[in-house]
């Protein structure tokens, strides 16, 4: 499954945030950031290349957050 990250300045800073990576990289779990404001460098081991930027096209970040989630949704239909 998935684990949804809202990066901003203060989440960054966020220790919360810092247990919730380790528990997501803990588990297997793909973390996928969503950037909220520009120019945030994401924590080490957060690869910007699975990050979807919401600063600059909203609807197309959301089809991409969508599209990044159906094999997940339609994994959990057959498994169900």
């Not at 990066?7 to 919360?16: I, N, P």
């Not at 919730?20 to 404001?37: D, F, G, Q």
């Amino acid at each position: 499954s998935h684990v949804l990250f809202v990066f901003s300045s203060h989440s960054r800073q966020s220790e919360h945030v810092r247990d919730e990576i380790a528990w997501a990289r803990e588990k297997k779990r793909t973390i996928i950031p969503l950037l909220i404001e520009a120019g945030i460098e994401l924590p080490f081991g957060i690869h910007r290349a699975n990050g979807i930027d919401f600063t600059r096209d909203y609807a197309h970040a959301f089809e991409k957050l969508m599209a990044s989630l159906r094999p997940a949704a339609s994994g959990m239909a057959a498994t169900a």
